[in-house]
């Protein structure tokens, strides 16, 4: 039988693919090379556009002296394959080259997922994906800001914008020229300092908040990246700053202890960032920034610290198309290295807010007050003004234990999960005001964690009085327990609860959470509906924490 000497069309593309990855891989290195050490060449998020572009011109000849004519050999591949081989339409997997750089290659899963639903890159789709029961087992999240802004830390994170973006405000320019003369945000970079920052000891304050998962700044709208993005010209905190992988120790310390889950903040857009201007000029009719860089970064994250949770902002300019959103969840949910665990939220474009992704966010501080069909989030922040650190809060800037355990009591009663933020210093140190507030949170559920965790909404969830109106007492329930939770003691000896409904008043046990006291109630109603605490002989002397109070009841619907 003779030889065929044409080469099947399959054979050509996997060719093409090979020259690809050769090809890929002497960019990446030289280009790594180039950024980190050529100084002529200032970081990509807050150079001016003259400069980004020069960078951009002088970037292919030094490549070619470093490879050659790579301009002929990339001939051999059309630039849709070039894009999908980036990862941006296909499937991927990290592979090392051997040298500490991880490139994304195109590939078929060795094995199956654990769940077989495949989903499409469309809304329609994703939302029918179930939410992973550990986060709504969890309930209670810290959220951590730090970045270049921790540095000035005045004002707020946002102060790069309102010291020389569009919303400028005099006191921040003040401030800046007495405490900064001379010197450009990018510069503030270098006092980033984590001399005596231990990401274990950061964990073990974060455990005993009580606290299940935690989100952390990968990148806040600045652009500076607190992990050595390849596609963050020297802007990132192993250039710069603290020369230290800041999210690589922290996902080590919280995964190695297990007891927290690790996730990420990642803001879409930058502030100055030239490529994302030209396409907001362009009314984001192109978008060469999602291209090149905001889909690789978060691909990159995924692959190399494996998040639980991605948490997206920054997107509200434009909608969901313009970010590439669809397509990079597909993939997250389908082939991602925790494809069956990790969730996001909702900031995905102006279309998605509280309307699409895992969990619904809908606004900063959403509180809605009532039973809503969604998982949703409160994030929300001990300063009241700013998320990230800042020197000139003062005492009442801060929301109290008593407050902020009343947020959470009632967040979890009402379906939803607290997401509370605390800025750490440009050392990454969390002030003992907010471990103050931490610890307080932690001793508090350590005595009634079992009325927030694992729990899920009752079929009331907050007392109303007799004119209607809400009272501060919520619900919660875990299997055929009802939790009763209260911020105020009342100054009679009874506790009044008109929702709880019993058929067997024989069967009912009431008890009070870090008490071992028999607690006896009556009936208000003789249809078995409603009850009356006796409060009167309860010692609370011992009780370590008095912010709030939970009650147990057994035996009712």
């Excluded at 180039?34 to 998020?45: E, K, L, P």
């Excluded at 889950?261 to 857009?269: I, Q, R, T």
């Excluded at 978060?298 to 190399?304: F, I, P, T």
Aim: charged share 25%; glycine share 6%.
């Amino acid at each position: 039988m003779g030889s065929v000497s044409i080469l099947p069309k399959e054979l050509l593309i996997i060719l093409q693919l090979l020259v690809l990855l050769s090809l890929s891989k002497s960019i990446v290195k030289s280009s790594s090379t180039f950024s980190r050490n050529d100084d002529s060449i200032d970081n990509g998020a807050g150079q001016s556009t003259e400069q980004f572009h020069h960078y951009h011109r002088e970037l292919p000849r030094k490549l070619k002296s470093y490879h050659g004519d790579y301009k002929q050999r990339s001939k051999l591949i059309g630039q849709e394959d070039i894009l999908d081989a980036r990862g941006l339409n296909l499937d991927s997997t990290v592979s090392s080259d051997g040298n500490g750089f991880e490139a994304e290659l195109p590939t078929k899963r060795s094995e199956p997922a654990k769940v077989n639903t495949r989903y499409e890159p469309t809304w329609q789709s994703l939302d029918t994906r179930p939410l992973p029961q550990w986060y709504e087992d969890a309930k209670f999240g810290i959220f951590v800001h730090w970045g270049v802004f921790s540095v000035p830390a005045y004002s707020s994170e946002w102060l790069w914008w309102h010291w020389k973006g569009a919303d400028i405000y005099p006191d921040i320019v003040k401030y800046m020229d007495e405490n900064f003369p001379g010197k450009s945000y990018q510069d503030l970079a270098s006092e980033l300092t984590t001399k005596n920052f231990n990401a274990t000891d950061f964990a073990k304050v974060v455990e005993d908040s009580g606290a299940k998962y935690l989100v952390f700044t990968s990148k806040h709208h600045e652009g500076f990246t607190n992990w050595p993005s390849n596609d963050s010209w020297n802007w990132n905190a192993v250039d710069l700053g603290p020369k230290r992988d800041i999210v690589r120790e922290l996902q080590t310390a919280f995964t190695q202890r297990d007891k927290v889950k690790f996730g990420l903040y990642f803001s879409l857009y930058e502030w100055f960032n030239p490529w994302y201007l030209q396409d907001k000029e362009n009314k984001f009719k192109t978008n060469r920034f999602v291209r090149e860089k905001v889909t690789p970064q978060l691909r990159e994250l995924v692959n190399k610290y494996k998040p639980y949770y991605i948490w997206s902002d920054g997107d509200w300019e434009t909608t969901s198309d313009y970010w590439n959103s669809t397509s990079f969840l597909a993939w997250l949910y389908n082939d991602s290295p925790l494809k069956d665990e990790v969730l996001v939220n909702d900031r995905w474009g102006q279309d998605a807010m509280c309307k699409h992704g895992d969990v619904k966010t809908c606004a900063d501080r959403y509180q809605p007050g009532k039973k809503v069909p969604y998982k949703w989030e409160n994030a929300m922040t001990i300063d009241k003004e700013s998320w990230g650190y800042r020197h000139n809060a003062n005492i009442s800037s801060y929301y109290t234990t008593a407050e902020l355990i009343k947020t959470l009591i009632q967040t979890v009663s009402y379906g939803g999960n607290l997401l509370m933020n605390i800025g750490p210093t440009k050392d990454m140190l969390i002030m003992p005001i907010f471990q103050d507030r931490l610890r307080g949170m932690g001793e508090w559920l350590r005595m009634n964690g079992e009325a927030i965790y694992g729990t899920r909404q009752w079929k009331r969830q907050q007392e109303v009085d007799d004119k209607g109106g809400k009272r501060e007492i919520w619900y919660t329930n875990k299997v055929k327990d009802v939790y009763v939770l209260i911020v105020d003691w009342p100054e009679d000896d009874y506790l009044i609860l008109r929702e709880p409904r019993y058929e067997n008043e024989a069967a009912v046990k009431v008890t009070l959470l870090g008490s071992n006291q028999e607690i006896t109630w009556a009936k208000l109603d003789e249809g078995g509906l409603g009850m009356k605490i006796n409060i009167g002989k309860i010692h609370l002397g011992k009780m370590v924490r008095q912010e709030a109070w939970v009650f147990k009841l057994v035996g009712f619907e």
